[in-house]
């Protein structure tokens, strides 16, 4: 008996929580939506554009990502803008070297719904350079 009554209040809670009544269900505190497209090249989705949702339990927690890939110019050493991917998957901000020819900055939003449309953060993107090689004195 005492399952069947905990089952029945979790049902009545996540009824009362998941239902869209306006100002009197406050689910846009605890859910979270972002866009979700595995190929944009900056301007648009060149697959298909989705959206995808999750659980923002903690104020700080970061949900929407941004992943930009660049690519390594052998002939100039500098990394150039490839495409981004979308998603909700966990984030952690920062640049990671794939490869040895391809890199990816990732950049996390928590401003709001829909807040990584990938045109907001393409002015926070820093360009990434390979290193100058520095002169050696002691070799000469």
């Given at each position: ?19 869209d ?8 505190k ?55 991917t ?17 890199v ?35 070799s000469?």
């Amino acid at each position: 008996m005492g399952s069947r009554m905990f089952r029945l209040l979790l049902l009545g809670i996540f009824t009362a929580l998941f239902m869209d009544e306006g100002d009197r269900v406050l689910t846009s505190k605890w859910i979270r939506y972002c866009h979700k497209c595995d190929l944009y090249d900056g301007y648009k989705c060149l697959s298909s554009m989705g959206r995808c949702w999750k659980f923002n339990v903690l104020n700080y927690e970061r949900v929407c990502t941004t992943d930009h890939f660049y690519f390594n110019d052998r002939l100039t050493g500098r990394y150039f803008y490839r495409y981004s991917t979308l998603s909700c998957r966990a984030c952690e901000e920062g640049m990671i070297q794939l490869f040895h020819d391809l890199v990816r900055e990732t950049y996390c939003c928590n401003s709001g719904d829909w807040c990584n449309d990938g045109d907001s953060s393409m002015d926070l993107i820093h360009p990434y350079r390979s290193r100058p090689k520095e002169d050696n004195p002691e070799s000469t």
